[in-house]
Protein backbone atom coordinates (compact mmCIF):
# COMPACT_ATOMS: atom_id res chain seq x y z
CA UNK A 1 0.00 0.00 0.00
CA UNK A 2 1.37 3.55 -0.56
CA UNK A 3 1.87 5.48 1.82
CA UNK A 4 -0.35 8.84 2.79
CA UNK A 5 2.09 10.99 3.52
CA UNK A 6 1.46 14.02 6.26
CA UNK A 7 2.30 16.77 3.33
CA UNK A 8 -0.38 15.51 0.90
CA UNK A 9 -3.12 15.12 3.18
CA UNK A 10 -2.37 18.69 5.19
CA UNK A 11 -2.19 19.97 1.70
CA UNK A 12 -5.72 18.88 0.25
CA UNK A 13 -7.14 20.09 3.54
CA UNK A 14 -6.57 23.25 3.75
CA UNK A 15 -7.12 23.84 0.22
CA UNK A 16 -10.30 22.86 0.43
CA UNK A 17 -11.21 24.49 3.35
CA UNK A 18 -9.60 27.34 2.07
CA UNK A 19 -12.26 26.82 -1.11
CA UNK A 20 -15.33 26.38 1.39
CA UNK A 21 -14.38 29.79 3.17
CA UNK A 22 -14.75 31.15 -0.42
CA UNK A 23 -17.40 29.79 -1.17
CA UNK A 24 -19.71 32.06 1.58
CA UNK A 25 -20.23 28.95 3.84
CA UNK A 26 -22.28 30.27 7.33
CA UNK A 27 -20.61 30.89 10.30
CA UNK A 28 -22.48 28.15 11.78
CA UNK A 29 -21.72 25.36 9.52
CA UNK A 30 -17.87 26.61 9.74
CA UNK A 31 -18.06 25.83 13.49
CA UNK A 32 -19.31 22.07 13.20
CA UNK A 33 -15.44 21.85 11.61
CA UNK A 34 -12.22 21.93 13.56
CA UNK A 35 -9.15 21.23 11.25
CA UNK A 36 -5.93 21.06 12.95
CA UNK A 37 -2.62 21.02 12.65
CA UNK A 38 0.38 19.43 15.71
CA UNK A 39 3.61 20.30 15.13
CA UNK A 40 5.95 18.31 17.98
CA UNK A 41 8.98 16.25 19.42
CA UNK A 42 8.63 12.70 20.67
CA UNK A 43 10.34 11.69 23.76
CA UNK A 44 10.77 8.22 23.62
CA UNK A 45 10.07 6.43 26.89
CA UNK A 46 11.85 2.86 27.05
CA UNK A 47 14.34 3.66 24.54
CA UNK A 48 17.17 1.43 23.86
CA UNK A 49 20.31 1.93 26.55
CA UNK A 50 22.73 0.58 24.47
CA UNK A 51 22.62 3.43 21.46
CA UNK A 52 22.83 7.18 21.64
CA UNK A 53 19.15 9.03 20.48
CA UNK A 54 18.42 12.86 20.00
CA UNK A 55 17.01 14.91 22.17
CA UNK A 56 14.81 16.73 19.61
CA UNK A 57 12.21 14.12 17.31
CA UNK A 58 10.28 16.73 15.37
CA UNK A 59 7.08 15.19 14.33
CA UNK A 60 3.63 16.21 13.58
CA UNK A 61 -0.39 15.13 12.89
CA UNK A 62 -3.13 16.66 10.54
CA UNK A 63 -6.63 15.89 11.73
CA UNK A 64 -10.40 17.42 10.50
CA UNK A 65 -13.07 16.96 13.21
CA UNK A 66 -16.81 16.89 13.13
CA UNK A 67 -18.07 19.11 16.32
CA UNK A 68 -21.46 18.50 17.68
CA UNK A 69 -22.92 20.10 20.64
CA UNK A 70 -23.07 18.49 24.24
CA UNK A 71 -26.54 18.91 26.14
CA UNK A 72 -27.35 22.79 25.98
CA UNK A 73 -24.06 24.11 26.55
CA UNK A 74 -22.41 26.58 24.38
CA UNK A 75 -19.20 26.29 25.87
CA UNK A 76 -18.89 22.55 24.87
CA UNK A 77 -18.63 20.56 21.92
CA UNK A 78 -17.67 17.25 21.42
CA UNK A 79 -15.45 16.49 17.58
CA UNK A 80 -15.04 13.06 16.08
CA UNK A 81 -13.01 12.89 12.64
CA UNK A 82 -9.72 11.56 11.08
CA UNK A 83 -6.12 11.61 10.53
CA UNK A 84 -3.08 11.21 10.01
CA UNK A 85 -0.22 11.15 12.79
CA UNK A 86 3.24 9.97 12.56
CA UNK A 87 6.41 9.61 15.52
CA UNK A 88 9.97 9.75 14.53
CA UNK A 89 13.14 8.31 16.45
CA UNK A 90 16.43 9.81 15.89
CA UNK A 91 19.88 7.74 16.71
CA UNK A 92 23.12 9.29 16.50
CA UNK A 93 24.60 5.74 16.29
CA UNK A 94 22.05 2.95 16.46
CA UNK A 95 20.19 1.17 13.80
CA UNK A 96 17.76 -2.12 14.07
CA UNK A 97 19.84 -5.23 13.56
CA UNK A 98 17.08 -7.25 11.39
CA UNK A 99 13.59 -5.29 10.29
CA UNK A 100 12.19 -9.19 9.77
CA UNK A 101 13.62 -10.62 12.65
CA UNK A 102 11.69 -12.21 15.73
CA UNK A 103 12.88 -10.01 17.98
CA UNK A 104 13.73 -6.25 16.85
CA UNK A 105 16.94 -4.78 18.71
CA UNK A 106 18.89 -2.24 18.07
CA UNK A 107 22.84 -2.07 17.84
CA UNK A 108 25.50 0.16 17.36
CA UNK A 109 27.51 1.10 14.16
CA UNK A 110 30.87 -0.18 13.87
CA UNK A 111 33.35 2.68 14.94
CA UNK A 112 35.36 2.31 11.36
CA UNK A 113 31.56 3.80 9.93
CA UNK A 114 30.40 7.44 9.61
CA UNK A 115 26.92 7.22 10.22
CA UNK A 116 24.88 11.11 9.82
CA UNK A 117 21.77 9.70 11.68
CA UNK A 118 19.20 7.13 11.61
CA UNK A 119 15.47 7.44 11.57
CA UNK A 120 12.09 5.27 13.02
CA UNK A 121 9.16 6.35 11.27
CA UNK A 122 5.78 5.52 12.57
CA UNK A 123 2.81 6.66 10.41
CA UNK A 124 -1.01 6.31 11.72
CA UNK A 125 -4.06 6.52 10.27
CA UNK A 126 -5.93 7.85 13.06
CA UNK A 127 -9.66 8.37 14.61
CA UNK A 128 -9.95 11.25 17.18
CA UNK A 129 -12.25 11.72 19.96
CA UNK A 130 -12.20 15.04 21.54
CA UNK A 131 -14.30 16.80 24.40
CA UNK A 132 -13.99 20.42 23.96
CA UNK A 133 -14.53 23.99 26.38
CA UNK A 134 -14.55 27.23 24.38
CA UNK A 135 -15.17 30.17 26.70
CA UNK A 136 -16.07 33.51 25.02
CA UNK A 137 -12.60 35.28 25.63
CA UNK A 138 -11.20 32.35 23.07
CA UNK A 139 -9.91 30.47 25.91
CA UNK A 140 -9.75 26.40 25.13
CA UNK A 141 -9.38 23.17 26.74
CA UNK A 142 -9.65 19.56 24.83
CA UNK A 143 -9.36 16.47 26.70
CA UNK A 144 -9.32 13.67 24.04
CA UNK A 145 -7.91 10.23 22.80
CA UNK A 146 -7.37 8.79 19.67
CA UNK A 147 -7.56 5.28 17.97
CA UNK A 148 -4.42 4.87 15.67
CA UNK A 149 -3.79 2.31 12.62
CA UNK A 150 -0.62 1.46 11.35
CA UNK A 151 -0.06 2.04 7.54
CA UNK A 152 3.52 2.59 7.30
CA UNK A 153 7.03 1.89 9.00
CA UNK A 154 10.45 2.71 7.94
CA UNK A 155 14.02 2.61 8.90
CA UNK A 156 16.32 5.51 7.10
CA UNK A 157 20.18 5.49 7.03
CA UNK A 158 22.20 8.35 6.44
CA UNK A 159 25.87 7.50 6.19
CA UNK A 160 28.27 4.63 4.54
CA UNK A 161 28.43 1.32 4.71
CA UNK A 162 31.92 0.24 4.35
CA UNK A 163 35.08 2.47 5.92
CA UNK A 164 35.60 5.97 3.35
CA UNK A 165 33.38 5.17 1.49
CA UNK A 166 30.48 6.67 -0.04
CA UNK A 167 27.61 8.61 2.45
CA UNK A 168 24.33 6.79 1.14
CA UNK A 169 20.93 7.08 2.16
CA UNK A 170 18.94 3.73 2.69
CA UNK A 171 15.22 3.31 3.32
CA UNK A 172 13.77 -0.24 4.78
CA UNK A 173 10.43 -0.72 4.71
CA UNK A 174 7.99 -2.55 6.66
CA UNK A 175 9.36 -3.65 10.14
CA UNK A 176 8.21 -6.20 11.72
CA UNK A 177 6.82 -7.46 15.48
CA UNK A 178 4.73 -3.57 15.57
CA UNK A 179 1.83 -3.42 17.10
CA UNK A 180 -0.96 -2.64 14.66
CA UNK A 181 -2.86 -0.17 16.68
CA UNK A 182 -1.75 2.79 19.27
CA UNK A 183 -4.37 4.63 22.07
CA UNK A 184 -3.45 7.52 23.10
CA UNK A 185 -4.94 10.47 25.38
CA UNK A 186 -4.60 13.78 24.35
CA UNK A 187 -4.69 17.16 25.89
CA UNK A 188 -4.97 20.27 23.92
CA UNK A 189 -4.84 23.95 26.20
CA UNK A 190 -4.43 27.48 24.72
CA UNK A 191 -6.32 30.65 23.12
CA UNK A 192 -8.01 30.71 19.86
CA UNK A 193 -6.12 29.13 17.18
CA UNK A 194 -3.17 28.51 19.13
CA UNK A 195 -3.12 25.87 21.52
CA UNK A 196 -0.08 23.59 23.72
CA UNK A 197 -0.48 20.08 22.50
CA UNK A 198 0.44 17.25 24.44
CA UNK A 199 -0.36 12.84 24.12
CA UNK A 200 0.82 9.84 25.62
CA UNK A 201 0.91 6.46 23.66
CA UNK A 202 -0.45 4.02 26.06
CA UNK A 203 0.57 0.89 24.59
CA UNK A 204 4.46 0.43 23.27
CA UNK A 205 5.17 0.25 19.79
CA UNK A 206 6.70 -3.10 19.09
CA UNK A 207 4.84 -6.58 20.52
CA UNK A 208 5.93 -7.54 23.91
CA UNK A 209 9.21 -9.44 23.88
CA UNK A 210 9.56 -9.06 20.73
CA UNK A 211 11.18 -5.63 20.37
CA UNK A 212 12.39 -2.59 22.82
CA UNK A 213 9.41 -1.55 24.64
CA UNK A 214 8.99 1.94 23.55
CA UNK A 215 6.20 4.83 23.84
CA UNK A 216 5.80 7.93 22.46
CA UNK A 217 4.90 11.04 24.59
CA UNK A 218 4.86 14.05 22.33
CA UNK A 219 4.37 17.55 22.98
CA UNK A 220 4.13 20.62 20.90
CA UNK A 221 1.85 23.05 19.66
CA UNK A 222 -1.46 22.23 17.56
CA UNK A 223 -2.77 25.13 15.23
CA UNK A 224 -5.93 25.32 14.24
CA UNK A 225 -7.36 27.95 11.78
CA UNK A 226 -11.10 26.21 11.53
Known sequence: MKRITLGIFLLLTFLSFQQIKAQSLSESAMKKVTVGL?????????????????????????YITYNMGVGESKKLTFGI?????????????????????????????A??????????????????????????????????????YLIDSKEKYVGNTVKAGPIQVIKRKRITQLNGFSYSPTLRVGYKSFNLFFSYALGPAFRVDHGPQLHPMSMGITLTPF
Open 38 to 62: DVFTDMWVNAPTNVDIRTIHPAANG
Open 81 to 109: GLGIGSHNMYSNNGVIENIKADTIKYTTL
Open 111 to 148: TDLYMKRSKLSLTYLEVPLELRFKAKSGFKVSLGFKLG
